[in-house]
C-alpha cells in the first residue's frame, strides 16, 4: 500500500509522457519537427512520434488558401486612379522553407500581394485592365510565385474581382464609347455611299452601251411612278429627242 502511495504518481506522469509521445496529423497536415531548437525532419501524415522536451512539432496546412487582397489604389500608366481589389489561392509545397524561411508565411504572402498588385497593374493603361484581365492575372500570378517560391509557397492562381472608377472617369468612358459609335456608324455610311457609287458608274456604262437600255429604263420608272397613286407625275425627256429636233429647225 505505501509503495503504490510513493510510485503512483510515478507511474501516473510516465503514462502521461508515453501518451504526449504519440501525436496524429491528418491527409493534408506535416510535422516540422525541430530537435533542441534544430531542424530535424517533416514527419506525417498519420501517427508519428514527438519526444516531449527535446523535440518540438509546428503543424502545417497544405490545402490551398483562399486569401482577399485589400482594396488598392492604383495609378495606371496613364494617370487614370482605380481602385482594385483581388483573391490569390496559394499552398504550401515545402513545410520546411515555409516555417524556417519566413516568420508568418500567409501575411507574408498578404502583403507581397498588395504591393505586386500595385506594381503590376501600375504598368498598363486603363483600357487594357479593364479588358486584359486574362493576362494581368497571369503576370500577376507569375510574379508572386517567382518571390514565394523562397518560402516554399505555391500561388496556382490570382484573380481581379472588381475594377472601381470615379464617376468622372465613368461618364469619361461612357462618351468615349458614344463617340466611336458615332465614328463607326460614319464610317459604315461612308463605305455605303462609296460601293453605291460604284454600282452606280457600273451601270451607267452598262446603259450607254445600248441606248435602248436607257429608254426602257424610263418606262419601268413611269411604271413604278404610276404605282405610287402619286398626283403629279414628272416625265424624264430623253436629250436624243432634243438633239432631233434640233436637226429639224
Known amino acids: 500500500m505505501d509503495t503504490l502511495y510513493y510510485y503512483g504518481p510515478l507511474l501516473a ?13 491528418r491527409e493534408y497536415e506535416r510535422g516540422v519537427i525541430f530537435m533542441l531548437g534544430r531542424f530535424y525532419r517533416v514527419k506525417g501524415p498519420g501517427l508519428i512520434i514527438v519526444v516531449p522536451i527535446l523535440q518540438q512539432m509546428v503543424r502545417v496546412d497544405l490545402r490551398t488558401v483562399v486569401m482577399d487582397v485589400p482594396t488598392q489604389d492604383v495609378i495606371s500608366r496613364d494617370n487614370v486612379s482605380v481602385k ?48 486584359e484581365r486574362e493576362t494581368l492575372n497571369a503576370d500577376i500570378q507569375e510574379s508572386l510565385d517567382k518571390q514565394t517560391d523562397a518560402w516554399g509557397i505555391k500561388v496556382s492562381n490570382v484573380e481581379i474581382k472588381h475594377i472601381d472608377l470615379d464617376e468622372s472617369m465613368i461618364r469619361a468612358i461612357a462618351k468615349q464609347a458614344e463617340a466611336e459609335r458615332e465614328r463607326r456608324a460614319k464610317v459604315i455610311h461612308a463605305e455605303g455611299e462609296d460601293q453605291a457609287a460604284a454600282k452606280l458608274l457600273s451601270a451607267a456604262q452598262t446603259l450607254a452601251k445600248q441606248p435602248q437600255a436607257i429608254q426602257l429604263r424610263y418606262m419601268q420608272t413611269l411604271t413604278d411612278i404610276a404605282g405610287d397613286k402619286s398626283s403629279t407625275i414628272v416625265f424624264p425627256l430623253p436629250m436624243d429627242i432634243l438633239q432631233l429636233l434640233n436637226k429639224s429647225e
Open 13 to 25: 506522469l510516465a503514462a502521461i509522457l508515453l501518451l504526449s509521445l504519440f501525436r496524429v496529423l
Open 84 to 131: 482594385v481589389n483581388a483573391v490569390v489561392y496559394l499552398r504550401v509545397i515545402d513545410p520546411e522553407k515555409a516555417i524556417i524561411q519566413v516568420e508568418d508565411f500567409l501575411n507574408a504572402t498578404s502583403q507581397l500581394s498588395q504591393t505586386t498588385l500595385r506594381s503590376v497593374l501600375g504598368k498598363h493603361e486603363l483600357d487594357e485592365m479593364l479588358a
